[in-house]
């Protein structure tokens, strides 16, 4: 309440007062509440600054600036060593300091093992399922460092995985890391083509891979690290890496597994394929570029920007007659695969040329017209050109109609040397060569502008090119079925439900699953293609599943190759797959891999199946689908019972995050703070272009003129879990996470002057009970630390974890500091050393249960401040972090009239704010204040409240008065229809000033009468109208004629003093 002359919520509880009646505020009304808050801190801190950069002097500003540094950067000194317990002996610096509260905690928390599920000596093999709770890290990639939506990963899970461990459960949250296969092996090829001058088939592929373990090594810890700075509570001790030796040995079964039951098969098929990597890759690594029309893209290896987003059309002539048919594409070069035009059964336009065939203009190939209903007679001419080896929806036709499949571009991006003249061409020269071709034997027709989805790398920015690739395949389809059954029957709880939709129309549209990739890092396919030396034995095609085994070893295989074509072993000659699997293959049984499968380890028994997993829900198909697909096949359980699905982070625009728009921010930069030149300089590290570049430097300087501030671990924590509603994506504003950091610095102010009313000797009792011999004050309290208890641990049992921490956040804020120490200062300056007890057991409960309610999201700054407190008793767990939760059980002191009865004091209070601030009135402006009251019922709620409410009015008098009048010259609030703050102004203000804005509020309130006037006189009313709306409306019209009466009666009032 320090802050008396910030502006007041002048939201009146129309039923508090007359009748006792309280009006608890809603959830609704919580979250307004808690952003205009956030908006305050965020409008404080932009005028802090201003007001720092006026009091600068221009000479000596310099070493000014030096000296606030030095006072706000305070750091941990004491000398302790890394896992020893934090010194708390010494005196609080006098404000908050990330720096000092972070330091030394985390290592302290690890090395005594309370993140391990063996804490405290649990016999883990005798727990029951529910007495556990395993979760496993969503593995983020080894390449580089985290961004703000992983920090908002660790921050969810491990606030779950907290305050599951407090309310008791074994908690094991797994940390591990994923090889990132693609992404890996272009960070290592840039590095050896920068630092060597070499490709990785200059090295040889053991080699590369040596190189690869080299960097995973140097730099792979730096995200461990991150991990570690967030807090998250990870048992260390279990980390894995998806390429250790235990988890390549669960891939290798797996894959055999799989294969041998049939679910894996070798196919050719279409796939994404990068040039630039000569790869497939998984369709999460295709970036989607929407195109309104023509547009220059620029594409790796290509000097010139190429053109995309048009049509072309062009026709190719009947064979046998002077007809033409006209076909369109957005791909030209392609015409060079077509083996047929397809036309619809149904069009009257082409029936005449079913059966008929066509030449192409180009090459030496006569092709047919087939007819399919999948052509839209609708679109263009209704005639579409087939190209099954290079378009998807094509390779479907061709299928269909047995059309032979023509690749005309190679693994490079060239043309291949059956296309004559273009022969050798790269594709997107082809694409003017065969446009100029058309032109010059008078084909081609026209190019218009349309709008297209082109498909790019999210690693190398290249053109995907669909193209025919014998790759392998997982069947999909009983996998599948069985995934969208666990859903259906309730098995697996997909949360918020709304993303169940997205689950069943993926899997029941899923296509069997490429898992090939060209890659030398990863793990390596365990198949092998057979050779026979048998003339008995024809040779066998790449294609041809028959002469692929899989095997554990060599030597496995080899014994399955001789047994399936019956000849001896020595007969038979192996070579390994040169491709490695898709990295989701491993992350997609990482749930069991972990534990040691396929051994029937202690560990797998105990930890699996886990019970929840949470991640984002732009991976819901990719990795979560993939997981529970895995282990139901291969482990015959679901991996886990709930999955949930937090929102995307977007920048404060509600952009989505984009290394190019420079709003990729490192977490560790929120924390520690960073100037915009050392942001430029991060840019300049990266693997962006000279042009990007500049455009993400203007970004950040849009965004971030001042750099980031230091905002601490537990504010960006806390920021991240408080904007995570169920449904909808964060645009996070980092001057938002500022604004809890000022919330964090009102936590330790308040907890430091809470710790010196306490007293050095205070003891609190070994339990709380109620002496009867609390104010209505310390019952209220009571109330409301009891229900955020409520609804802290009803948000984190339905994951709606905005309601969680707005409850805590209100409870620290508004009722705590803003009221109840407030309150409680005459009683601990005063001399009633019985009501001093009562007080300090009562403010000792809050400190402690607050802390422990806000541990999950703040774990820092919590312990530090949890560790300043006494105890009860001389056994209390070490750390909050294995402190038990608050319970409702133990807090169920609710009580709802009393709570009601404060929020209408609260609401005088917040009255006699506005009127000072409406006057400018400062904390020297002693001002009368009389507060009339309709009735005696009303004035006996106020009366007790009498000095809470002078020492937080500034006022020199306070006067409750219900039948006589109050003096004239006051400025007069209406606080409900049974009550009126007067503030005495004669002598301190201008009365035309306050007379004018009464007579603007009559004419306003006179504007809402006449249109409920209007409304309740409409014909029918009566009749057509709800009662409850009928009787709002008479009540409104009741209080609005009260108001306008008590203004009337306020200008006569002006009018006299003048």
């Known amino acids: 309440m320090a802050d008396s002359d910030k502006p007041a919520d002048n939201t009146v509880s129309q039923n508090a007062g007359g009748d006792g009646i309280p009006r608890v505020k809603s959830e609704k009304e919580l979250k307004k509440e808690k952003a205009k808050q956030e908006k305050l801190a965020k409008f404080q801190a932009k005028q802090e600054k201003l007001a720092a950069q006026k009091q600068q002097p221009k000479k000596e500003g310099e070493k000014k600036k030096d000296i606030v540094k030095e006072k706000v950067k305070v750091t941990y000194d004491a000398p302790t060593k890394p896992g020893e317990k934090k010194d708390v002996n010494t005196s609080m610096p006098d404000a908050y300091s990330p720096q000092y509260v972070e330091a030394a905690w985390y290592d302290w928390w690890v090395q005594s093992g309370f993140f391990k599920p063996e804490y405290g000596g649990k016999d883990l093999t005798k727990l029951k399922y529910e007495d556990k709770f395993v979760m496993v890290i969503p593995p983020p990639n080894v390449t580089g460092s985290l961004h703000l939506g992983h920090a908002l990963t660790n921050a969810v899970e491990d606030c779950i995985a907290r305050w599951h461990r407090m309310k008791g459960k074994t908690v094991l949250w797994n940390p591990g890391c994923d090889h990132a296969g693609i992404a890996t092996q272009v960070v290592v090829e840039k590095k050896l083509k920068r630092d060597m001058g070499k490709s990785r088939h200059d090295l040889g592929r053991e080699a590369f891979v040596e190189h690869v373990w080299k960097w995973k090594n140097e730099k792979g810890d730096r995200i461990y690290h991150q991990l570690r700075r967030l807090g998250g509570s990870y048992d260390w001790d279990r980390a894995c890496f998806t390429m250790d030796p235990k988890l390549y040995k669960a891939v290798t079964e797996s894959f055999v597994r799989l294969h041998d039951d049939g679910f894996i098969y070798r196919s050719v098929r279409l796939v994404n394929w990068s040039c630039s990597l000569n790869s497939a890759i998984s369709d999460i690594e295709v970036e989607k570029k929407e195109l309104t029309g023509r547009t220059m893209l620029a594409v790796p290896g290509y000097k010139e920007k190429v053109e995309f987003g048009v049509l072309v059309s062009f026709a190719y002539p009947v064979e046998g007659s002077d007809e033409k048919i006209i076909v369109a594409t957005t791909r030209i070069e392609t015409m060079l695969g077509d083996t047929a035009v397809a036309v619809h059964p149904d069009d009257d336009r082409y029936k005449h040329l079913h059966g008929k065939t066509v030449r192409h203009p180009l090459l030496d190939r006569v092709i047919p017209i087939v007819t399919d209903s999948f052509v839209d007679m609708s679109f263009g001419t209704g005639a579409v050109k087939i190209t099954p080896a290079h378009d998807v929806n094509d390779y479907d036709v061709g299928v269909r109609h047995n059309l032979p499949f023509i690749t005309i571009i190679d693994d490079s991006g060239n043309i291949t040397n059956d296309c004559g003249e273009f022969s050798g061409m790269k594709r997107f020269h082809a694409r003017k060569a065969v446009l100029e071709a058309l032109k010059k034997k008078d084909l081609y027709i026209e190019t218009k502008d349309n709008p297209m989805v082109v498909p790019t790398c999210s690693r190398s920015k290249d053109i995907i090119e669909p193209l025919l690739k014998p790759q392998w395949y ?23 439900e709304m993303h169940k939709k997205t689950w069943y129309n993926w899997l029941e549209n899923n296509r069997d699953w490429c898992i090939s990739r060209q890659l030398w890092w990863g793990h390596r396919i365990p198949a092998y293609f057979i050779r026979v030396n048998d003339p008995a034995v024809p040779a066998g095609e790449d294609t041809d599943d028959k002469y692929w085994v899989s095997g554990r070893t060599e030597d496995e295989s080899r014994d399955k190759a001789a047994s399936r074509f019956n000849v001896t072993k020595d007969k038979i000659s192996l070579t390994q ?18 534990f040691g499968w396929p051994d029937k380890t202690p560990e797998l028994d105990v930890f699996y199946p886990g019970a929840l997993l949470e991640t984002g829900h732009d991976i819901l198909f990719f990795w979560v689908a993939r997981m529970v697909m895995m282990g139901q096949q291969l482990m015959g359980k679901l991996p886990f019972k709930e999955v949930y699905l937090h929102a995307m982070v977007r920048d404060a625009h509600g952009r989505k995050m984009s290394k190019s728009l420079g709003n990729v921010i490192d977490p560790l930069d929120v924390i520690q703070g960073i100037s915009l030149e050392d942001l430029h300089e991060r840019l300049n590290d990266g693997n962006l272009e000279g042009k990007e570049i500049e455009k993400a430097k203007a970004g950040q300087k849009a965004d971030y003129p001042q750099g980031i501030p230091e905002c601490g671990t537990d504010a960006l924590r806390f920021a991240l879990v408080a904007y995570t509603s169920q449904g909808r994506d964060i645009n996070l504003d980092v001057l938002r996470v500022q604004g809890y950091r000022f919330f964090c610095n009102k936590l330790w102010n308040a907890t430091k002057f809470a710790l010196t009313a306490l007293g050095q000797n205070f003891k609190p009792d070994r339990s709380f009970q109620v002496s009867g011999k609390e104010t209505e004050m310390d019952r209220w309290i009571l109330s ?14 339905n994951y709606d974890f905005q309601s969680a921490t707005t409850a805590c956040y209100n409870f620290w804020l508004y009722d705590l500091c803003d009221w109840y120490l407030e309150y409680m200062k005459p009683v601990i300056y005063g001399s009633d050393e019985g009501a001093k007890t009562v007080t300090r057991n009562i403010l000792y409960t809050c400190l402690d249960g607050g802390l422990r309610l806000l541990h999950p999201f703040m774990p820092f700054i919590t312990e530090e401040l949890y560790q300043r407190l006494p105890r009860r008793t001389e056994g209390c767990p070490p750390s909050l972090c294995v402190t038990p939760y608050p319970e409702i059980s133990q807090f169920s002191l609710r009580n709802v009239k009393i709570e009601g009865e404060v929020e209408f004091m609260q609401n005088i209070v917040k009255s006699l704010r506005s009127t000072r601030s409406d006057y400018l009135l400062t904390g020297k402006d002693k001002a009368e204040v009389y507060i009339k009251c309709r009735d005696e019922q009303t004035a006996e709620i106020v009366r007790p409240h009498e000095t809470l409410i002078q020492a937080t009015t500034s006022c020199s008098a ?29 002598g301190l203000i201008d009365f035309e000033k306050e007379k004018g804005k009464l007579e603007t509020k009559k004419e306003k309130l006179g504007t809402q009468l006449s249109k409920l006037q209007e409304v309740t006189a409409v014909t029918g009313y009566e009749e057509k109208v709800p009662e409850k709306v009928r009787t709002q409306n008479t009540e409104k019209m009741n209080e609005i004629n009260i108001e306008m009466e008590k203004i009337t009666d306020a200008l006569t009032t002006i009018s006299k003093l003048q």
Do not use: Y
Request: charged share 20%; aromatic share 6%; with cysteine.
């Open 474 to 496: 997982v069947k999909m389809e009983k996998m599948s079925q069985e995934a969208v059954r666990v859903v259906k029957d309730g098995e697996l709880k997909i949360i918020p």
């Open 784 to 797: 409301r630390l009891s229900l955020a208890v409520e609804l802290t641990n009803t948000g984190f049992q």
């Open 577 to 594: 797959d040169q491709d490695v699997l898709d990295t989701w293959f491993s992350s997609g049984i990482f749930p069991f891999s972990i």
């Open 958 to 986: 306070l006067h409750i008065v219900t039948t006589e009048e109050p003096p004239e010259g006051c400025a007069i609030q209406s606080v409900s229809i049974n009550c009126q703050t007067h503030l005495m102004l004669k």
